[in-house]
């Protein structure tokens, strides 16, 4: 939820979602990627604010700190 920063998660193939952490608020849109065969592997982009990273479902984030700004992107076949 860009707005707010809110990160929700479902554990029930989308029937229930619930609020588990917090990222930066954005100006626009929040894009959000699970990493395909990376089980709780998640990946953000934030606008101005950048690219973040987390492992563990989403329940923290780290930033990576080679990117500065992103305002979309994708994985094809390059996480092994």
Known sequence: EAATGNFYVSRDNGATFNN?????????????????????????AIGRTGLWYSSNYGKTFN???????LETFSINGILK
């Open 20 to 44: 588990i952490s917090k990222l930066p608020k954005a100006d626009r849109r929040h894009y959000i990627l699970s990493v395909p065969g990376k089980e709780g592997e998640v990946f953000a």
């Open 63 to 69: 930033k990576i700190p080679t990117v500065n700004g």
